[in-house]
């Protein structure tokens, strides 16, 4: 019943910022864990940042010190803020969510099984 849609993906040259945004409808839970994920062309879809309910935050190691997540105050918006991004950075941006538990029990999952529902994904690209 949870539905979950992205927005704020575009094109940027390296070095700059973009901020995705994630909303959230439907059912609520009491324990859950959210974030994004990414996936290049060829290559598997991976963690970038993911939050649970208590505020506490995973984020890759590839995206660390760039890359903030963030949820607003009724939890059910999921932000994403990109800086200093990097050609590597290029790729579909997906919001996902995993419920009925904090993230450090899902984060080691394979995150097509582990999360559940889906966004439909936003396209992010970064010129070098």
């Known amino acids: 019943q949870v539905q979950l849609r992205e927005s704020g993906g575009g094109s940027v040259q390296t070095g700059g910022s973009l901020r995705l945004s994630c909303l959230a409808s439907?059912?609520?839970?009491?324990?859950?864990?959210w974030g994004w994920f990414r996936q290049a062309p060829g290559k598997e879809r991976e963690m970038v940042a993911v939050?649970?309910?208590?505020?506490?935050?995973y984020d890759a190691d590839a995206v660390k010190g760039r890359f903030t997540i963030s949820q607003g105050p009724a939890k059910n918006t999921l932000n994403l803020q990109m800086n200093s991004l990097k050609p590597e950075d290029t790729g579909m941006y997906y919001c996902?969510?995993?419920?009925?538990?904090?993230?450090?029990?899902?984060?080691?999952?394979?995150?097509?099984?582990?999360?559940?529902?889906w966004g439909q994904g936003t396209q992010v690209t970064v010129s070098s």
């Open positions: 996902a969510a995993a419920f009925l538990g904090s993230c450090s029990v899902w984060i080691g999952w394979t995150p097509s099984i582990a999360f559940k529902p």
């Open positions: 439907g059912y609520t839970y009491s324990r859950y864990c």
């Open positions: 939050i649970d309910r208590a505020g506490i935050t």
